[in-house]
């Protein structure tokens, strides 16, 4: 079935530092891969997406490359801040099946 | 402003009550979903909805039930018959369950907190 895997976390970083968070996937096709964003005691929103292999999602910094051939979407940032301190969440979904959603990484950016 | 507004932000029921959750979207949208999330784990799908009175069960729907009346509304109702109710509950919704060659995203509302005391 089709599946998620995040890095666990929590990650804990300074101010202007590079992050990543890795995100792999299996999954029978092409899925579409997106990345959510969730703020303390809030709910989830769309950071970013990609639909096809080799497309990049971007917003508000972050990056994410869909690559098909290490079946892979890991989320970057060059320079975080603080206010992007919250629980990261990657997910897929083929078709008319379900979003799978991976286990979430915390994300906390001290200044 | 088109949204998802799900209320309330927080309720608290007593064990062996039901209680409902309310979930409305002015987004146009056919698909809406509900979501279970525990502390520090990621999302499990209840159930969803393709189109007005068609709902399916999703990966965790004993002890829950649904309703899609109307386009707008898609209420969750958590029953006594669900063993361990305390989470924090997402609604989402998105034009239609099919994923499209554009990435059919789904959108989500801010939550509602619930805790059995």
């Known amino acids: 079935g089709n599946s998620v895997t995040q890095m666990e976390g929590p990650v804990t970083l300074s101010e202007e530092a590079f992050l990543t968070i890795n995100c792999t996937y299996t999954?029978?096709?092409?899925?579409?891969l997106f990345w959510y964003v969730q703020y303390p005691g809030e709910g989830l929103q769309l950071l970013l997406k990609?639909?096809?292999?080799?497309d990049k999602g971007s917003n508000k910094g972050f990056e994410a490359t869909y690559r098909k051939e290490t079946t892979s979407f890991h989320l970057e940032k060059g320079s975080v801040q603080v206010s992007d301190s919250a629980v990261y969440f990657c997910?897929?979904?083929?078709?008319?099946?379900?979003?799978?959603f991976g286990q979430g990484t915390r994300l906390t950016i001290n200044p | 402003d088109g949204g998802i507004t799900q209320s309330p932000k927080y309720l608290f029921r007593k064990e062996g009550q039901n209680v409902t959750l309310s979930c409305e979207q002015n987004?146009?949208?056919?698909?809406m979903y509900w979501y279970r999330q525990d502390p520090g784990q990621g999302l499990r799908l209840i159930y969803y909805?393709?189109?007005?009175?068609?709902?399916q069960k999703g990966d965790i729907a004993e002890g829950y039930s649904v309703s899609r009346e109307k386009k707008e509304s898609f209420p969750l109702t958590v029953t006594s018959a669900q063993k361990n109710p305390t989470a924090f509950y997402l609604c989402?919704?998105?034009?239609?369950?099919?994923?499209?060659?554009?990435?059919?995203?789904?959108?989500f509302g801010e939550g509602s907190w619930l805790t059995v005391v």
């Open positions: 989402a919704s998105s034009i239609d369950v099919w994923d499209s060659l554009y990435g059919n995203t789904i959108y």
């Open positions: 999954a029978t096709g092409y899925p579409s």
């Open positions: 990609a639909t096809k292999a080799d």
């Open positions: 997910a897929l979904r083929r078709g008319a099946q379900k979003l799978v």
């Open positions: 987004l146009n949208h056919d698909a």
């Open positions: 909805s393709q189109i007005v009175n068609d709902f």
